[in-house]
């Protein structure tokens, strides 16, 4: 007889809302995590007061939204601090005067400042940005071959608008170049994002994104299940074509049916399992994927408040940057002069910081995954237009510390580095052509009882949403398939 039900490796959000939902249908779940609490990368940390992430992160859609679908399946109430400001996105679009200017995508009166004027530009901006928002799946499904970059780059429109949504809501969204994203993935998210009337409020949790996972996993003990923290996992055991258990690196093994990763599509397949259990033509398959890109930059830590909101994003006019350019940056032959950059804190919500003024600010931009590659030039980029935008930032007294976001602490607290050039992405495999929506690996992969989940396969959304809706997908097909045992 089994030890478990289940196990399930990795408590990020896809393994933490897998784990979670099949504790709370009574199975026994055991969940093994390699750090301290759940949340992957989304970990929380505090210290001095205030609550926060290592990594920035983006919640489209606002709420209600999977998160608050399985804080309600299983009955994990978590407050919404988010929801209790009046706290706004803020856009800031750099000409190439060099002069910056506030744009407001909801609000046409201020494209006026970045030479939307005048009935013809006007026009093309409505026109546009009703395209995108009233076309119809048949037509966005069209796109899936296109990338963000070329199609944006045929459409008529005002370059500090095309600039903006190409940047936000393809490399933005998805931490990949726009000239792999694919165009209907940009539209779906604009979309998505664009919807206040099915997504009207913002949302950030008491406890954090970490905070919020480790109050789901707790149905895991609840209904008689264990979790092992700071566990990692050697092996996933198989026998004769099909899951048995893992085994940890301490030596210890547990047994159970059916096993759900969440520790990576490529580590799953090649390094917990191992290639030769597979058909070669799926492991060269899983080899060749892509990875994203990944997120360097700063932690402030400061003594009072500088940012009025949670989020601003700075889009200088030369910033659709392509994966060669991002190559070239990680290999040294140019430096970053035309990048977007994100600035934000979560400390302005209730019960975020310590006394609702000192902040833990984030000011991060997309570099190439390699880990190893010195980014010395990205923190001087960042550092240089920060002066510029919040020059308050850098007065004296103001920064109580800084700490840097490199790319070895994603790896360390996420997926395993496995391959050269790779393991610092910030979600995991890219949501690229060729390797996106029907071209996308699967969740139940090709041995009976293996599962993946995360940002590596099934799903849709920014980060931690596609994470969350995938742990939702496995889970319904993980229910399929044992109604379909027990009636064989």
Not at 357 to 371: L, W
Not at 419 to 437: P, R, T
Not at 454 to 465: I, Q
Request: overall charge neutral.
């Amino acid at each position: 007889m089994a030890d478990y039900d289940y196990i399930v490796i990795g408590a990020g959000p896809g393994g933490a809302t897998a784990a979670s939902l099949l504790a709370h249908d009574g199975k026994r779940v055991l969940l093994a995590d390699k750090n301290p609490s759940a949340g992957g990368k989304m970990m929380t940390f505090h210290n001095g007061g205030h609550t926060y992430e290592l990594f920035p992160q983006n919640l489209i859609p606002y709420a209600p939204s999977l998160f608050e679908r399985l804080s309600e399946t299983v009955g994990k109430p978590v407050r919404n601090v988010a929801a209790e400001i009046d706290d706004k996105v803020n856009i800031l679009y750099g000409d190439r005067s060099g002069k910056v200017h506030l744009l407001d995508p909801k609000d046409f009166k201020t494209f006026k400042a970045i030479g939307i004027k005048g009935f013809k530009n006007t026009l093309q901006t409505v026109l546009v940005m009703l395209k995108l928002l009233k076309m119809k799946p048949k037509k966005i499904a069209a796109l899936e071959k296109i990338s963000a970059l070329d199609y944006m780059n045929g459409l008529k429109m005002p370059e500090a608008l095309r600039v903006f949504v190409t940047a936000s809501f393809g490399e933005g969204a998805f931490e990949m170049t726009s000239d792999k994203v694919p165009a209907a993935h940009l539209v779906r998210i604009f979309q998505t994002s664009m919807d206040s009337k099915k997504y009207p409020t913002p949302r950030y949790y008491e406890g954090g994104i970490g905070g919020f996972f480790d109050r789901m996993v707790e149905t895991v003990t609840d209904n008689g299940g264990k979790i092992l923290w700071k566990t990692r996992v050697k092996s996933i055991d198989t026998e004769n074509g099909r899951v048995v258990g893992i085994t940890t690196e301490s030596g210890e093994k547990y047994t159970a049916p059916i096993v759900v990763s969440n520790a990576g599509l490529r580590q799953t397949v090649l390094k917990l399992v191992g290639e030769s259990n597979f058909t070669p033509e799926y492991a060269e398959r899983i080899k060749g994927l892509q990875s994203n890109l990944a997120d360097v930059g700063y932690r402030f830590f400061t003594t009072q408040r500088v940012l009025q909101y949670s989020t601003y994003v700075y889009y200088p006019y030369n910033c659709l940057e392509t994966w060669a350019d991002f190559e070239e940056v990680r290999d040294g032959k140019k430096k970053p002069t035309g990048n977007y950059i994100y600035i934000g804190s979560k400390s302005v919500y209730p019960t975020i910081s310590p006394d609702g003024e000192k902040q833990v600010i984030y000011a991060v931009m997309s570099a190439h995954p390699d880990p190893e590659q010195d980014i010395t030039p990205q923190l001087a980029y960042i550092d240089e237009k920060l002066k510029m935008l919040f020059p308050k930032l850098y007065e004296d007294g103001i920064i109580e510390k800084r700490e840097i976001m490199g790319l070895k602490e994603v790896s360390a607290l996420g997926v395993d580095k496995l391959f050269d050039g790779q393991g610092g992405e910030s979600y995991g495999i890219a949501n690229s052509i060729g390797q996106s929506d029907g071209d996308r690996p699967v969740c139940n992969l090709p041995i009976e009882g293996l599962y993946c989940v995360g940002n590596d396969t099934e799903g849709f959304g920014v980060g931690t949403h596609r994470a969350v809706e995938s742990g939702f997908i496995a889970y319904e097909k993980l229910r399929k398939y044992c109604a379909n045992q027990v009636k064989l």
